[in-house]
């Protein structure tokens, strides 16, 4: 089992729409958690850390469920522009464990 | 403020050869990881490291590469008599000590003939 997963998709979503996806990790350790965007195998950016509070920044949302152990992310009122693939990581040790990506289609 | 810088963002090199590639982490970070991203798979840790100190290469293969960072000048990746299986994309990301954020630098596109 990967130590943290994701489903690849792709999820092709009309703009506007509100999409969501989900990140499972098995490591119970992990203490830190982020989502990044990847665009065309580009560099990743960092998009959001991931607080067990939960945290929003503008259209974005996300949580974490530590009972459950996953993450996720919310994406409200999609753009075109959102178009990219979607790493999660998780951290304990510094090192960060991505899952494999998913890939956002944001059609007009 | 400049970011992650890498070099060079583009490398070709024969069976054999050896390939160095540099990072430059932000200003006031002093951790730097390594990553690598094979065509068609996702990012895969390879090494932490600190100002003259190797903290994790849990990801590092057991043959053929290593990593230093010096107390002067850039991060280096050196990985000798490379091979095809070799290329791929190779991404440095730094920190401040303390956050486990990381910032990705463009990367190096490592390709084997």
């Known amino acids: 089992r990967k130590e943290v997963e994701q489903d690849p998709g792709p999820f092709n979503v009309p703009e506007g729409a509100t999409v969501a996806f989900n990140c499972t990790y098995s490591?119970?350790?992990?203490?830190?958690f982020f989502w990044y965007r990847q665009d065309c195998r580009k560099e990743p950016k960092l998009l959001m850390s991931?607080?067990?509070s939960g945290n929003e920044d503008g259209r974005f949302t996300a949580q974490l469920n530590r009972a459950s152990q996953y993450i996720s992310l919310l994406i409200r009122d999609s753009k075109l522009s959102d178009s990219a693939t979607y790493l999660c990581?998780?951290?304990?040790?510094?090192?960060?464990?991505f899952g494999q990506g998913t890939t956002l289609q944001v059609k007009p | 403020n400049a970011g992650v810088m890498q070099n060079p963002r583009h490398l070709v090199r024969r069976r054999g050869q050896e390939a160095r590639l540099r990072c430059s982490p932000m200003?006031?970070?002093?951790?730097v990881y390594w990553y690598r991203q094979l065509p068609e798979e996702g990012l895969k840790f390879m090494v932490y490291?600190?100002?003259?100190?190797?903290?994790?290469e849990s990801g590092m293969p057991k043959e053929r590469f290593s990593a230093e960072f010096p107390k002067e000048g850039p991060s280096i990746l050196r990985i000798q008599q490379v091979v095809r299986g070799d290329s791929a994309a190779y991404f440095c990301?730094?920190?401040?000590?303390?956050?486990?954020?990381?910032?990705f630098g463009p990367g190096t596109r490592l390709t084997v003939t």
């Open positions: 991931v607080y067990s």
């Open positions: 990301a730094s920190s401040v000590p303390g956050s486990y954020e990381q910032y």
């Open positions: 490291l600190q100002k003259e100190n190797i903290i994790d």
């Open positions: 490591n119970s350790a992990s203490q830190s």
């Open positions: 200003k006031g970070h002093s951790h």
């Open positions: 990581g998780s951290s304990n040790t510094g090192k960060l464990i």
